[in-house]
C-alpha cells in the first residue's frame, strides 16, 4: 500500500482572531468532522475562545463545494446545568448517521474538576441536537491506561455491532482503546486494551496516540490517528486491521506531516478522514505557533 497526500495551501476554516475577541473560536478552531446531508456539507468543530478558563464550544460552519464555508453563530450544544458532568467543558464531537438519524459522541467535563468522558446527542437535520438523559455514555475505566480520560472517540458499524475507538488518557499520555455493543448506548470494553500503543522512543508517535478514524478499503481496515513525539510536534499516522482488532502500523508513518514554513509547521493533526465523490478527504487541525485553523487534503491509498 502507497499514500499520496496533496495537500490545499491555506486553511479552509479559520479561527476568529484577531477581529472577533467574543468569538467562540476566537483561538482555536480545530478537531472537524464533515458530513454531507442534501448537497451541502456540514463541518463540525470545536472552538476555543479568549477566556482564563478552558472553554471550548461545539460549533457548525456550512458549505456546499468543501473549500468556502459559512458559520453559524452559536454553538450547536450547550454546557450541562450546574454540577453536571459536562458543565465546563463540550469539545471533540464525532458525527455519523445511522438509519434515519444523526449521531454525536462528544467529550464533556464538570466545573471544578477536569475528568474528560463521552455523551452522546442525537439529531434529525444536524442543526438541532438534543442530549441523551443518561449521559454520559462512556466513563473512565478501571486500568491505569484510561484513569484520567476517555476523549476523542470514533464509531465504526460491522454487522450490527458498534465498534467505539476512543483515547484513554493515565494522566500523562494518551494510548487508544475500543468498546463495542450491538447498541450504541450499551458498550462493552475490549479486555485486550489498549488496541494501539504509542511508539517507541525517539518514534513519531512516542508522546502520545489519540484521535481515531476508522474505514473500510479493499477489504482491510485503516485507522487513521494523532500522534506527538518528544518535542511536541503533531501528526497523522495509519495503522491496519483485518479485524477491527488487532492493528499494524503502517511501515510509512506519518502519512500526513507538518509543512516546513506553512500555517501547519507544528501541527497536522486531529483529522477527520472522508470519502465524497469516489475520493477521500483529510480535514485536519493545524498550526504554526499557539493557534488552530483547520485545512484538508486530499488522500490517495493506491
Not at 73 to 99: M, Q, T, V, Y
Not at 190 to 198: E, H, I
Amino acid at each position: 500500500m502507497r499514500i499520496k497526500i496533496e495537500k490545499i495551501p491555506n486553511p479552509i476554516l479559520k479561527n476568529s482572531y484577531p477581529l472577533k475577541l467574543l468569538a467562540k473560536d476566537f483561538l482555536w478552531a480545530y478537531h472537524p468532522c464533515v458530513l454531507e446531508r442534501k448537497g451541502n456539507y456540514y463541518m463540525f468543530y470545536t472552538g476555543r475562545s479568549f477566556s482564563k478558563n478552558i472553554s471550548h464550544y461545539l460549533l457548525l460552519a456550512k458549505s456546499s463545494d468543501l473549500k468556502n464555508w459559512t458559520k453559524l453563530n452559536k454553538p450547536i450544544l450547550e454546557n450541562g446545568k450546574r454540577g453536571s458532568w459536562d458543565s465546563d467543558f463540550l469539545a471533540h464531537g464525532f458525527f455519523f448517521k445511522d438509519n434515519d438519524r444523526y449521531f454525536m459522541l462528544y467529550d464533556g467535563s464538570r466545573k471544578g474538576r477536569w475528568l474528560e468522558e463521552i455523551g452522546l446527542a442525537e439529531s434529525r437535520d444536524l442543526i438541532h441536537w438534543e442530549k441523551y438523559k443518561n449521559n454520559p455514555i462512556f466513563k473512565v475505566g478501571r486500568n491505569s491506561w484510561e484513569k484520567r480520560h476517555v476523549s476523542r472517540c470514533c464509531v465504526y458499524k460491522e454487522k450490527g455491532i458498534y465498534y467505539l475507538f476512543y483515547a484513554g488518557h493515565d494522566g500523562k499520555r494518551e494510548r487508544i482503546g475500543l468498546s463495542r455493543g450491538k447498541s450504541i448506548y450499551k458498550l462493552e470494553r475490549f479486555l485486550r486494551n489498549p488496541v494501539l500503543d504509542v511508539g517507541e522512543k525517539g518514534e513519531w508517535d512516542e508522546r502520545s496516540i489519540s484521535d481515531p478514524r476508522v474505514i473500510k478499503h479493499k477489504g482491510k481496515y485503516l485507522m487513521f490517528y494523532s500522534g506527538i513525539d518528544a518535542k511536541g510536534m503533531e501528526r497523522v499516522g495509519l495503522s491496519e486491521s483485518k479485524d477491527l482488532v488487532s492493528w499494524s502500523k503502517f511501515a510509512k508513518n506519518p502519512i500526513l506531516d507538518v509543512s516546513q514554513s506553512s500555517w501547519d509547521k507544528v501541527s497536522a493533526t486531529r483529522a477527520d478522514i472522508k470519502r465524497i465523490d469516489n475520493s477521500f478527504y483529510i480535514f485536519y487541525s493545524g498550526k504554526k505557533k499557539l493557534l488552530y485553523n483547520i485545512g484538508m487534503a486530499k488522500l490517495n491509498i493506491l
